[in-house]
């Protein structure tokens, strides 16, 4: 044990002495720290205009209530805010919170029409995606790790030492494990000592932060291994670095496009705008249709409402809301196909997602958003709501 | 050979070296005793290096087996290789670290300890300037770095030395001073085997000289009681090997 302690000691004093590695670590822990920032600032924002909309829904509802009493009128005027708050984890992970809402204003009628808007503020900086932790840990990760150990003994026998630092350890792993080791370390401190900074700040659990440092660790370790086992095998540097960059290209781009595209060239699924067209075209037509025909459409699905629907005029809300219900119902079978469709990209996904595969976790992201996100905001959800209720 | 002791303490029987399907070293049979000087003499490609990189464990043999102080290096490699001071032939150390951070650095991986006026003692030894033992070694000369690596391997009191073309980049005074050196190791009790293409230097200094051609000893010189071995006698049979 004191021998290993003396190793390690030697090697950390010997790793202080050489500039490029702390130039690189260095490097290193200012971009995590920057990925750590500007993921809580990003997700501090995020929490100040919800709770913002938060307030200024109330007063809008209040407005409204204020202003109109009758029932379809208090409907029509008034917004339901509907959002997706982002974790205590979310400074780490932003994912796709800046290309896909996290917040809408919805008003219940022609909910179909309004899902697939994007709030995107910033489509150059989206296109770009966000240097958040995830992003650090799962692309950049690699190449600093191949960048800390490609030389690790084509270095020593370029420069004619290895011979005479083999022949004068005492073991193998009192040099080369002690080497990989005081490095391997300065590198995960420096990647996750801004994350444990950030998970204090945003309270995230004691459970979480474990689990994430093992994922890290395991992460980190095969392609810690990877790089050694390669370097070992081959002589020069510069063949070493470029066949492990070029592994690297493959995993992080190569494989996940190629997935991506043959997930999406597998299931096909229809396009957001195609089911808003199909809705408004529907509720356009209800303007001209007969209203009992309308009726007739919307009692198949809403029977318990077929003795609310008598009125006298020919202007009526009952009757609005009906063809308006009617128009998502005409889009119904194309946004389930859209929905079946992601949850199916998603289980496809299961295997390469595991690969360090930031492109396509988009896909899994996007996924897992639009079922989130299609909760808040399905008729599913609003028949339970109060307003409805009024009707 | 001033050590009366027959000790065998390197022994390499029918050594064969192949590498890539050539041939680097062709039953190759010689020893060294204990307190002896032998050089391995022979031309650029002779297979000087291999011989003792196999003795140090780098190159597997072939067929035949090497020995050092009278164990296989398949037992126990590690502690074998801790009882020699290996010293390359081109030895570049760290050039961001001076001299004394150099020794230590290599000490510690062998888990000695050395004092400071210890490490200064072996950089007197071997007539390093005392104005270059802090300084980076990245501004030495080639004199200079092989002296650095000389006092290494003094420092680490092994038993058995093996040098590699040891007085290449070393002016005459220098070699003459490195020789001196040697043998003051060799009379303590120290075997050194030391390959080297300079007929001259072996000849000042070896108490036998071996003549390695191919990767096959082609010939073998001792030197008479407290006499040298004849240069003359030597070349003249360097030049024939190597024009034959």
New interface residues.
Partial sequence: MS?LV?SIT?EWR?ML???YILVLLLCTLIVTSFSIFSGIKEVSQQHQTIERLKQADLKDRSEAQAKYDDVGSLAYYSFHLSYSAPSNLAFAALGERDVYPWKHRIRMLALEGQIYESDAQNAELAQAGKIDFVFIISALSPLIIILLFHDLFANERN???H?????????SF??WGARSIVRFLALYFCLMLPFYIGATISSVSVTMVVAISAIVLVYMLLWTLLSIWWAQKQNTAPRIASSLIGIWVLFAFIIPILGDLAINHSVHSPKGGDIVLTQREAVNDGWDLPKETTLKAFVETHPQYKDNLQFKNTWAWNWYYAFQQVGDQTAAELSQAYRDASQRKYELAGWPRQMPSPLLSMNNKSATFTKRFGCFITPSCLETSSLKNRL | MTNSSTQTVLNAQSLTLKINQQTILNKLTFSVQKGEIYALLGGNGAGKSSTLKTFLGFNKPTDGKVEVLGQSLDNSLALLRSKMAYLPESATLYPHLSARENIHYFLSLASIKKSDAEVNDAFKRVALQESAWERHMQTYSKGMRQKTAIALALLRQAPIFLLDEPTSGLDPIAIDEFNLLVRELANSGASILMVTHDVYGACQVADRIGLLRSGELVGEFSAPTNGRIDTEQVHTAFAQKESA
């Fill in positions: 021998q003396s030697r010997f002495r050489q500039k420069s004619g030492r011979d005479l630092l083999v022949s004068t350890s005492i073991s009192s040099l």
